[in-house]
């Protein structure tokens, strides 16, 4: 049981007249991560966000309808459910920077719709049995309403999703999300399936590697500093 086909384009119409509130929010949230987060406590970090183009939203719907997963009775439980619309990502050097960066936006957002505490949902998907090497933390975050005056009074009902992983974690996850998860010529194939795992490993090391040069990299200046 799936929801009805005439739903899609109801959504789509209706995305289509609210696509700039996502589009300001996002932007704004992603200011209030670079500005108040990464910058204030010196947290080395890139900074993007990035909206649904109408055409994505589309096809999310119509693959949620194949799956027969979700159940929307209306338009509103649509736009309820789909909680990634607008989304910024955080990426920095290590993983013990996204641990602290996730710590600090409880400061300067709140949850959904303004209630309560940030929703944080660390998703790391490896397991001895898979090849999945997704990693990141989701934070699913609103405005509070000291953000709201001088523009986005009307964005205190929207949510936005704020993914924080790492500088190479995010290529092996953009990569995946384009050729396993979104492709739309169907599952990967075994050789591509290889090459992703592959990666993944190399992803792994790869943030290995960065801690050990972040940690070399500051005895280097310990040091000089006990020379000088």
Request: hydrophobic fraction near 35%; charge should be neutral; aromatic fraction near 8%.
């Given at each position: 049981?799936?929801?009805?086909?005439?739903?899609?384009?109801?959504?789509?119409?209706?995305?289509?007249?609210?696509?700039?509130?996502f589009v300001?929010?996002?932007?704004?949230?992603?200011?209030?991560?670079?500005k108040?987060?990464?910058?204030r406590?010196?947290?080395r970090?890139?900074?993007?966000?990035?909206?649904?183009?109408?055409?994505?939203?589309?096809?999310?719907?119509?693959?949620?309808?194949?799956?027969?997963?979700?159940?929307y009775?209306?338009?509103?439980?649509?736009?309820?459910?789909i909680?990634?619309?607008?989304?910024?990502?955080?990426?920095a050097?290590?993983e013990?920077?996204?641990?602290e960066?996730?710590?600090?936006?409880?400061a300067?957002?709140?949850?959904?719709?303004?209630?309560g505490?940030?929703?944080?949902?660390?998703?790391?998907?490896?397991?001895?049995?898979?090849?999945?090497?997704y990693?990141?933390?989701?934070?699913?975050?609103?405005?509070?309403?000291?953000?709201l005056p001088?523009?986005?009074?009307?964005?205190?009902?929207l949510?936005?999703?704020v993914q924080?992983?790492?500088?190479i974690?995010?290529?092996?996850?953009?990569?995946?999300?384009?050729i396993?998860?979104?492709?739309?010529?169907?599952?990967p194939?075994?050789?591509?399936k290889?090459?992703?795992?592959?990666l993944?490993r190399?992803?792994?090391?790869?943030?290995v590697?960065?801690?050990?040069?972040?940690?070399?990299?500051?005895?280097?200046?310990?040091a000089r500093?006990?020379?000088?």
């Amino acid at each position: 049981m799936t929801f009805k086909l005439e739903l899609i384009p109801e959504a789509v119409a209706r995305y289509r007249r609210e696509r700039d509130r996502f589009v300001k929010l996002a932007d704004r949230v992603s200011e209030i991560c670079r500005k108040d987060v990464c910058e204030r406590y010196a947290i080395r970090a890139q900074v993007t966000f990035r909206v649904k183009s109408e055409k994505s939203f589309e096809s999310k719907l119509k693959r949620f309808r194949n799956e027969g997963k979700r159940h929307y009775q209306t338009v509103d439980d649509i736009f309820a459910d789909i909680r990634d619309i607008a989304g910024v990502r955080i990426s920095a050097y290590l993983e013990e920077d996204c641990e602290e960066i996730i710590a600090r936006l409880p400061a300067v957002f709140r949850g959904p719709h303004g209630q309560g505490d940030i929703e944080v949902d660390r998703k790391d998907k490896k397991t001895p049995e898979n090849q999945n090497f997704y990693w990141a933390i989701h934070a699913q975050v609103s405005l509070p309403d000291e953000f709201l005056p001088g523009g986005y009074e009307s964005l205190g009902d929207l949510s936005c999703e704020v993914q924080v992983c790492t500088l190479i974690a995010n290529v092996w996850n953009e990569i995946e999300h384009g050729i396993g998860y979104k492709s739309e010529l169907g599952a990967p194939s075994e050789e591509e399936k290889y090459h992703l795992a592959e990666l993944g490993r190399l992803m792994r090391q790869g943030d290995v590697t960065i801690a050990s040069l972040v940690a070399a990299r500051e005895r280097r200046i310990r040091a000089r500093r006990e020379q000088s």
